[in-house]
């Protein structure tokens, strides 16, 4: 039996019933809880911060890890069931774990903010709260650790999804270096003749705790992309993984034949973007970063960083179908198999036959949110100025860079908007916490998008999201480009009062 073909779902007497029994067992009392969970209990899952090591390339290579109750990585929930997990960390070095595009109290957002420092090694935190369904993931928002694979899917079943019986397949994207990312940062903060104007360290626990121990390989060389002005793949990496694997050795997931497919897309990369190919398949997109949209063809789809799709994929035979994630700019590309039982797998070009284009919104000007939000005029707009440059190596937002910023103010009960201008000759992938936004503009254009978490604002362009202000506190607002991120392209959007 497939995993997603559980017998029946568990009624709400049931989970009741179950809690009971498990209430005697757990040492709840002794726990310091991170918030008021006034629902029944229905258990408790451990997830471990650790390190493991991999082989990339015929090289070993130490690597953080997030391990899940089962012994696989991240999480996955079944519809009704609460985000009741244990942060055990045994990374050996300080970390703390943001829940991507959940929607959690602040409190329990995994940011470093002074109200929630990060958890010293060896100590555990606790996190409980309703999760929303779709494909989320984790990652560390620890100095850099992201890059160091402190990520993970964070798969949230709704009841829709069981009864769609479709085999669920989690595809997860990563870029790797055998450098340490202090060393990838100090290679593009220093290879450009300047500083970074952002005081490195400072009171937001964002010091690195990157791993200090791993294989040593070339340094890293700005690739600029195809055209004559845009930036494209900041850092020259040594592998692209798909599921933690190079496509030199893909993993080959098997199906039925003619299976019926369900494709969760996470591009957990720290600086990279990929268009997937679905090669001789077509797909439906579904949702976008965890939110449904209506139904849009496609066999090449374009994922800017810390984005999520969810793909409907009906194999046309019998046979074996490679699914591709193309680096942007680069012929570099990972990914893996479907391939039903029994059909043989042939070897696949780790290489494309020509450089991808730039990532861009061509998906997104056709999505349309299953739930948009309700018609209403903003009650206030935030017009944010996204700046920088590869020499000196800095962006920053509104001219500030992170730490040293001023908060967007907003208020409870408000509708948000944030038109983002991109002056740079990137994109950015920009992500806000706590909230998800709607798309409802594109280089001025309106539109009535899809909902999300994470947009890309092309070069010279501009997007504008809304949203609604119902989750006070302190959310982090950023791009996503992790070494952006960490030269000052990060603000705080801030509710009044948060203490
Ligand atoms: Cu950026």
């Known amino acids: 039996m497939r995993e997603n073909e559980r017998p029946a779902l568990l009624t709400r007497r049931q989970i009741l019933a179950s809690s009971v029994a498990i209430v005697g067992t757990m040492p709840f009392l002794t726990k310091e809880r991170a918030a008021a969970a006034p629902e029944p209990r229905t258990g408790e899952l451990r997830l471990t911060a650790g390190t493991r090591t991999l082989a990339v390339n015929g090289k070993t290579a130490r690597v953080f890890g997030l391990i899940g109750p089962n012994g696989n990585p991240g999480i996955t929930l079944s519809p009704g069931e609460r985000f009741d997990v244990d942060v055990v960390n045994q990374a050996g070095t300080s970390t703390i774990v943001h829940w991507h595009g959940q929607l959690p109290p602040w409190r329990q957002d995994g940011f470093p903010w002074p109200q929630t420092p990060s958890i010293p090694a060896g100590d555990t935190r606790s996190y409980d709260y309703a999760p929303i369904a779709g494909t989320y993931w984790m990652h560390s928002h620890q100095g850099m650790q992201e890059q160091s694979l402190m990520t993970a899917p964070l798969i949230v079943r709704s009841a829709e999804d069981m009864r769609a019986d479709r085999q669920e397949v989690v595809l997860m994207l990563h870029d790797f270096s055998f450098q340490t990312p202090d060393e990838l940062l100090a290679g593009l ?48 990496y040594d592998a692209f993984l798909a599921n933690d694997r190079t496509f030199s050795d893909p993993e080959v997931i098997r199906t039925e034949p003619r299976g019926r497919v369900r494709l969760r897309l996470i591009n957990g990369a720290s600086a990279t973007q990929f268009w997937i190919d679905l090669g001789a398949l077509s797909g439906t997109v579904v949702a976008v970063d965890g939110h449904p949209v209506r139904p849009a063809r496609g066999s090449r789809l374009p994922l800017a960083m810390a984005q999520r799709l969810d793909v409907l994929i009906d194999l046309p035979g019998n046979g074996a179908y490679p699914i591709f994630a193309q680096v942007e700019g680069r012929r570099a590309r990972t990914g893996i198999v479907l391939a039903v039982s029994g059909a043989a797998v042939s070897r696949l070009a780790a290489e494309a036959g020509e450089n991808a284009p730039p990532v861009d919104l061509s998906l997104e000007r056709r999505l349309e949110a299953v739930i948009p939000l309700a018609p209403r005029a903003s009650d206030v707009t935030h017009r944010v100025t996204l700046a920088g440059a590869m020499a000196p190596y800095a962006w920053s937002i509104n001219g500030e860079y992170w730490p040293n910023v001023t908060p967007l103010m907003i208020a409870h009960g408000q509708r948000v908007a944030i038109e983002m201008v991109n002056h740079t000759m990137m994109a950015h992938p920009m992500h806000l916490h706590g909230h998800a936004f709607q798309v409802v503009a594109i280089n001025g254009a309106q539109l009535a998008g899809a909902v999300r978490d994470t947009v890309l604002v092309p070069p010279m362009g501009s997007v504008t999201i809304a949203f609604d202000a119902d989750n006070p506190g302190r959310w982090a607002f950023h791009c996503h480009n992790l070494y952006h991120m960490m030269t000052g392209m990060m603000t705080e959007v801030r509710y009044p009062a948060i203490i």
């Open 189 to 236: 903060t220093k290879s450009n003749g300047g500083q970074s104007a952002m005081p490195m360290g400072n009171s937001m626990n964002m010091d690195s705790g990157s791993m200090g121990a791993m294989t040593s390989g070339t340094m890293g060389a700005m690739n600029m992309g195809p055209g004559p002005a845009i930036d494209l793949n900041d850092i020259d």
